[in-house]
């Protein structure tokens, strides 16, 4: 069975977004952005992403440079949608799953592959988490507080136990955490 990582942002708060889903607490940090693209390309070989998110995700990486965008862009995408007819052909190698997306997610693991690694936005996040679907966290910490925003792990259940797999600070005050479930 394909993994499948959590790959996200968030606040020292625990936030994947800010107020009004603002995302300009992220802090920028070349080093942790080369050494996760490395290790992402090692592990997964294909994206899922939320229909929300979809049309900021696409406008922004077709549009950025360097080795994560060229990743992001020639990677397979799977789309998480109710509707049939969203456009996808603004962002390459997008793969509509439309339906419900845990079960859409739970075949997508089933198949053949390397992880799959969710980005957002925070409601599919937090629908994959709440389904125990997520098997690995990928968390960069930034340095910020906003003190409210979007959190994915509010409709956990109960409590769950991850095990570290590896930390490591940056010179920006960026952490990134990798968890197992």
Same mark, same amino acid.
């Not at 010179?171 to 955490?177: E, I, N, Q």
């Given at each position: 069975m394909r993994p499948l990582i959590v790959f996200s942002d968030l606040t020292l708060d625990g936030y994947?977004? #800010?107020?009004? /889903? /603002?995302? #300009?607490?992220? *802090?920028? /940090?070349?080093?942790?952005?080369?050494? %996760?693209? #490395?290790?992402?390309?090692?592990?997964? /070989?294909?994206? *899922? *992403?939320?229909r929300k998110v979809f049309p900021e995700m696409s406008a922004y990486w077709t549009s950025a440079e360097g080795d994560l965008a060229h990743w992001m862009n020639t990677a397979p995408k799977h789309l998480l949608t109710t509707d049939p007819s969203v456009d996808t052909s603004a962002w390459g190698n997008t793969v509509l799953e439309v339906g419900d997306g845990i079960e859409r997610v739970r075949e997508l693991k089933a198949k053949q592959g390397g992880a799959l690694v969710v980005f957002g936005g925070t409601a599919t996040v937090r629908s994959l988490i709440a389904a125990d679907?997520?098997?690995?966290?990928?968390?960069?910490i930034n340095p910020v507080l906003t003190g409210a925003g979007g959190s994915p792990f509010t409709a956990l259940a109960g409590q769950r136990r991850l095990t570290l797999e590896s930390a490591r600070a940056y %010179? %920006?005050?960026?952490?990134?955490?990798v968890y197992t479930s």
């Open positions: 994947m977004t #800010g107020p009004g /889903d /603002d995302l #300009g607490f992220m *802090v920028d /940090d070349p080093a942790l952005e080369a050494e %996760s693209t #490395g290790e992402l390309r090692n592990v997964a /070989d294909a994206i *899922v *992403v939320g679907l997520v098997d690995q966290y990928w968390l960069k %010179s %920006s005050g960026t952490v990134l955490l």
